[in-house]
């Protein structure tokens, strides 16, 4: 985060604008929406600025004349807009040595703060920003954010504010509370707001409150749920909608280790995060006490999120757990994630079947149980199948040795896909009789996908992602 974003409350404090054109005019008008009282100071003043001090006449002071160090005393902000760069580089250092925010425009690095793109629908304001790399990108961004919220949204935030006190009395628990907002904030509430039946709006909201307090079954006890979510393989804009919007509303989130930082970030700010991820031979939390703490959060009134990386349902686990919530009555929905198999072959450029290579594709675990790998090796061991290994990093070169001693050719293709989908995206290309030791010798770091077929020979064709990670991408690519 290059910059922590703020909102300032500025009305009826002093702030100072160097610079009297176009683009002073631009901040002073900012400035006057948010109630500040302005000192603005050059020789020279554009018409649009005098035409502003006579409409707020008790905020905007003009001072024809050249700047000062003395100007800066007492002002809460400072904004340099001239076009003399050397004055604007002089009035930041005074103001930084003295600790007020200064902002000089059109030039970042000059500035200990930055003004953003601002929505505004009172009292609910949204500001974006670039860090002053791209204006134009932040305009953008505001004029589709405006597109999507509704005029009168600022209606609908006073009226939560008029009944924030009566709610808080009539409601005790704090994630019954949050669900009556929830329901009033997105629901026939909201859009009586939105077509300017308020009245209509006020009625509503106290039946349901009413109803709501009433409910001898409403307490928290009572609301538990669980979601079990699939994150996918590491992009955040593989998610569904579906697990957003979960993940949004969740009290509490139990996540993997497989779970991408970016995905995590999707996550509702506020919720309890608790990390029970495992990996080879260190398993934070036991697959027994995450099944019991699911239940537990959930007979709390929590609605918890359960965000399992790739598809829960495929080597995740999520069977045994939501078998566990089922026997103990507690309510739970199921939202598939895209499988690790199925993202990172994509974004390897590697499909899983094809009309001339493969007809079937299979998923197997290359986890070791007591060190031993126990799998049908003749069944595998078959051409014009796809054969895709999960977990498999560790027990890499084991795989490859018994493939080919059950019979499958030695110079079978073969892919080792490290972090699968992710900016880091790494993909290793060759075949089963070297693959192993051509690993060894790169530092190759879980997570990783094997994938084996003759599939594989298609990723030189076919590969579109973050191609400057393929190792030795130009030499070692198998052939058809």
């Avoid at 006449?57 to 760069?85: F, H, K, W």
Wanted: charge should be negative.
């Amino acid at each position: 985060m290059d910059y922590l974003p703020l909102f300032h409350h500025i009305a009826a404090r002093p702030c100072l604008v160097v610079g009297g054109g176009d683009i002073a005019l631009r901040k002073v008008r900012t400035l006057c929406e948010a109630g500040a009282h302005i000192s603005l100071v050059a020789p020279h003043i554009c018409q649009g600025l005098n035409d502003m001090a006579q409409e707020y006449p008790a905020l905007l002071t003009l001072l024809q004349r050249e700047y000062c160090d003395t100007d800066l005393d007492n002002v809460v902000l400072v904004i340099a807009a001239t076009s003399d760069q050397p004055l604007n580089a002089a009035i930041s250092a005074e103001a930084q040595q003295r600790n007020i925010p200064v902002n000089v425009v059109d030039n970042p690095a000059l500035c200990s703060v930055i003004f953003p793109a601002i929505v505004d629908r009172s009292p609910i304001q949204i500001a974006i920003t670039s860090s002053g790399t791209s204006p134009v990108m932040t305009r953008l961004l505001r004029g589709r954010i405006e597109a999507l919220l509704p005029g009168n949204l600022g209606a609908l935030a006073k009226l939560a504010a008029r009944y924030r006190d009566k709610v808080k009395t009539l409601l005790a628990g704090e994630s019954q509370r949050r669900r009556f907002w929830e329901n009033v904030l997105d629901g026939e509430v909201a859009e009586a707001v939105y077509a300017g039946n308020h009245e209509q709006a006020d009625q509503q909201l106290l039946t349901q409150l009413e109803a709501m307090a009433a409910d001898a079954g409403s307490d928290d006890q009572a609301s538990g749920e669980v979601y079990l979510v699939g994150a996918g393989p590491g992009d955040p804009d593989l998610l569904t909608f579906r697990a957003l919007r979960l993940m949004q509303q969740a009290d509490v989130v139990l996540h993997d280790r497989l779970v991408s930082p970016p995905v995590l970030a999707m996550v509702r700010r506020d919720a309890e995060r608790i990390y029970v991820g495992k990996r080879a031979g260190d398993h934070a939390v036991s697959q027994t006490n995450i099944n019991r703490l699911l239940v537990d959060l959930a007979k709390q009134g929590k609605r918890v999120l359960r965000l399992k990386g790739g598809d829960p349902f495929i080597f995740g686990r999520g069977g045994e757990e939501i078998e566990r919530l089922a026997e103990e009555g507690v309510p739970f929905q199921v939202v598939p994630g895209i499988t690790a198999a199925s993202g990172c072959a994509s974004y390897a450029g590697i499909p899983l079947t094809h009309r001339d290579f493969s007809q079937s594709v299979q998923f197997i675990t290359g986890h070791k149980k007591d060190y031993q790998l126990d799998l049908n090796w003749s069944n595998l061991a078959v051409p014009n199948q796809t054969l895709v290994f999960y977990m498999s990093l560790v027990s890499l070169g084991d795989i490859c040795a018994e493939l080919v001693k059950h019979g499958l050719a030695s110079d079978t293709p073969a892919a080792l896909v490290e972090k699968g989908t992710k900016p880091e995206q790494r993909v290793v290309i060759s075949d089963l009789a070297n693959l192993a030791e051509k690993v060894a010798g790169l530092k190759v770091r879980a997570p990783t996908l094997l994938i084996i077929g003759h599939v594989v020979s298609l990723h030189n064709k076919l590969a579109w992602f973050n191609t400057e990670n393929v190792e030795d991408k130009n030499q070692e690519l198998i052939n058809e």
